[in-house]
Every structure is written in structure tokens, then in C-alpha cells.
């Protein structure tokens, strides 16, 4: 079964600093791999997704994602914080075979300090 | 569009009674998810629909938890009786299968459910 890790609960980044994220997955066949954002009180927004292609995926507000198959990995990246950013970040791979199904990693949660 | 809509945002209820969560997925959208996430857990999937027909079921907990979509802009999550630990942000997703890809999910609001 598929499964995601993301080894860093929390992280904390100075504004202006770059930031990684990182995201461990397995699975069986090539993964359809996603990012997604949740502020406080929010649902998920969907930051940027990898299908197939260009290994290095853009998203919007800036960040980006690197699919590295070798190290069944998908970091999430943007080189400058911005203190609106703070927010938990969910990786998730779905899964084909069984339709449309999600498997979510357990979040990485984001403080930015001025 | 909307987007994904879900009520009430906020519920909170005694240990025993019923609890009625509702979904209206975006327009077009021919699947629709539902998600609990806990502190403790994360996020799971219980239950996810494909054309109003269930698909996958097994992250239902329990046969105190049902769902149904009875039509393709209406789904419903109820759980009969309610306990302290079904206390849950509960979120509902729609996606839109484009060939054999998986594509976005597309989240509501969530609603935050206390059973006291």
C-alpha cells in the first residue's frame, strides 16, 4: 500500500529565508504526487501537482517541487518565505489503481519568524 | 464557481445524538471525498463516491457512520449515535477524473464537530 512521510512536523524559517519541505513516498508504480496548504481554520488548497514530465514543478504563491524517483522523493521548495506562509503543508500521493484515492503524509506545520 | 460547499462550519453536540454533516461538491465534479482529520490520526479518508455510487468505503470506523449522495450536487455524513471521540475537523472533496488521470481535489471549508 502507498503511504507518505514527512519527517518534519515542525519547521521554523526566518522571513526572507529559503525553505524545503520534505516528503517521502512509496509506491509501486509511477506516483501522481500533490502539495497542499492549510491555513488555520481553512481547508486544503492544492499548491502544485506532479503526473509525469518535467521533474521540477511549479505551483502557485511561488513554490515549487522537485520529483526525484531515486530517492522516492517530492521536496517542496520556494527560496524566500514570506510571513503569509506560514500555514501546515500536507504531501499526498494518489493512488490509480484505486480510482481517485489520496493518501495524505501527516503534515509539516510552518512558523515564520520576523 | 462556489466551490466545494459544507454545513454547518461548526457543530457541537451531546455524547447520543445524531449528527448530520452535508457536502455540495462543485458542479461537474463526478467524484466527491469524505475526510476526517484529527490530531491524533491526520487526515483519512473514509469514504469517497463516483457518479452518487459509493466506491470505497473501508475508512468508515464504524456502522455508526453512513454516507450517501443522493443526487450529484448533495452528499450527506451522518453518524448515529455521536461519541467524544468522533470530535473531528470533517472536510469534503470533488474532483473531476480526466481520462485515467488523478486529478485536483478540491477541498471545503471543513466542518468542526465537538461531541461533548
Known amino acids: 500500500a502507498q503511504s507518505v512521510t514527512q519527517p518534519d512536523i515542525h519547521i521554523t524559517v526566518s522571513e526572507g529565508a529559503s525553505l524545503e519541505l520534505r516528503c517521502n513516498y512509496s509506491?509501486?508504480?509511477?506516483?501522481?504526487l500533490f502539495w497542499y496548504v492549510q491555513s488555520p481554520g481553512q481547508g486544503l488548497q492544492l499548491l502544485l501537482k506532479y503526473f509525469s514530465g518535467d521533474t521540477l514543478v511549479q505551483g502557485i504563491k511561488g513554490f515549487e517541487a522537485e520529483f526525484k524517483r531515486s530517492q522516492s522523493s517530492f521536496n517542496l521548495r520556494k527560496p524566500s518565505v514570506h510571513w503569509s506562509d506560514a500555514a501546515e503543508y500536507f504531501c499526498?500521493?494518489?493512488?490509480?489503481?484505486?480510482?481517485?484515492?489520496?493518501?495524505f503524509g501527516a503534515g509539516t506545520i510552518l512558523r515564520v519568524k520576523s | 464557481d462556489a466551490g466545494v460547499i459544507q454545513s454547518p462550519r461548526h457543530e457541537v453536540t451531546e455524547m447520543g445524538q445524531e449528527v448530520t454533516l452535508r457536502c455540495k461538491p462543485i458542479?461537474?465534479?463526478?467524484?466527491l471525498f469524505w475526510y476526517r482529520q484529527t490530531m491524533m490520526r491526520g487526515l483519512e479518508l473514509l469514504i469517497y463516491?463516483?457518479?452518487?455510487?459509493?466506491?470505497?468505503d473501508s475508512g468508515m470506523p464504524e456502522d455508526r457512520f453512513s454516507a450517501k449522495m443522493p443526487n450529484a450536487s448533495f452528499s450527506t455524513l451522518k453518524i448515529q449515535p455521536s461519541e467524544p471521540r468522533d470530535s473531528a475537523v470533517y472536510f469534503c472533496a470533488s474532483s473531476l477524473l480526466s481520462g485515467r488521470m488523478t486529478d485536483t481535489q478540491y477541498f471545503g471549508p471543513g466542518t468542526r464537530l465537538t461531541v461533548l
Open positions: 509506491y509501486g508504480a509511477t506516483p501522481y
Open positions: 458542479s461537474g465534479h463526478d467524484y
Open positions: 499526498a500521493v494518489g493512488d490509480m489503481e484505486y480510482g481517485n484515492k489520496l493518501v
Open positions: 463516491f463516483n457518479n452518487n455510487v459509493p466506491i470505497d
